[in-house]
Antibody, heavy 121, light 106 residues
Framework: QVQLQESGPGLVKPSETLSLTCTVS??????????WSWIRQPPGKGLEWIGY???????NYNPSLKSRVTISVDTSKNQFSLKLSSVTAADTAVYYC?????????????WGQGTLVTVSS | SSELTQDPAVSVALGQTVRITCQGD??????ASWYQQKPGQAPVLVIY???NRPSGIPDRFSGSSSGNTASLTITGAQAEDEADYYC?????????FGGGTKLTVL
């Protein structure tokens, strides 16, 4: 059974960098069959795709966040990570990591439980 | 940039059939996937690809697509199907989600 678990600070100050890690168990981030994704959901609002990474390190980001986002992968720890710089209150959200099936088309079949990150001084 | 449009809210009588739709240009080129989200929980994938259900998803959930519109159909809606539903597809920039549809089972 594949499991994903987000970890990181629940409170980040404005203008600082949000950093989260997703630890994968029961599966491997080195698999060529998946993208590894980050998605967020502001309180009371809908889902927003942030970006994904492939095991090779290639990435794709939401154009609206691209200038502030970095996603990386650590195959030795079976983890992938998110960094979002220059945060504001608008970045307050539940952040999810998820596995994307890659084919046929997008399919986020396993999700972490989500972690609430609040941006506040 | 692309976007996916969903009706904000839909209701269905218990045991009846309901269709939730998602419109967007990306759907002409890419399959949609569908997610069910209940309060305080992570989304759950219910349909992906042409009409594939992950293991454990009841067969009352089905998907279809025509032109720029993808649909999720629940045949014989149950009380436990009351939730938010999101569509999702790839586009030229990556992935995008619809705004979500709140399904009420009456």
């Amino acid at each position: 059974q594949v499991q994903l678990q987000e970890s990181g600070p629940g409170l980040v100050k404005p203008s600082e960098t949000l950093s989260l890690t997703c630890t994968v168990s029961g599966g491997s981030v080195s698999s060529g069959s998946y993208y590894w994704s980050w998605i967020r959901q502001p309180p009371g609002k809908g889902l927003e795709w942030i970006g994904y990474i492939y095991y090779s390190g290639s990435t794709n980001y939401n154009p609206s966040l691209k200038s502030r986002v970095t996603i990386s992968v650590d195959t030795s720890k079976n983890q992938f990570s998110l960094k979002l710089s220059s945060v504001t209150a608008a970045d307050t959200a539940v952040y999810y990591c998820a596995r994307d099936l890659l084919w046929p088309g997008v399919g986020l079949d396993y999700w972490g439980q989500g972690t609430l990150v609040t941006v506040s001084s | 940039s692309s976007e996916l449009t969903q009706d904000p809210a839909v209701s269905v009588a218990l045991g009846q059939t309901v269709r939730i739709t998602c419109q967007g240009d990306s759907l002409r080129s890419y399959y949609a996937s569908w997610y069910q989200q209940k309060p305080g929980q992570a989304p759950v994938l219910v349909i992906y690809g042409k009409n594939n259900r992950p293991s454990g998803i009841p067969d009352r959930f089905s998907g279809s697509s025509s032109g720029n519109t993808a649909s999720l159909t629940i045949t014989g809606a149950q009380a436990e199907d009351e939730a938010d539903y999101y569509c999702n597809s790839r586009d030229s920039s990556g992935n995008l989600f619809g705004g979500g549809t709140k399904l009420t089972v009456l």
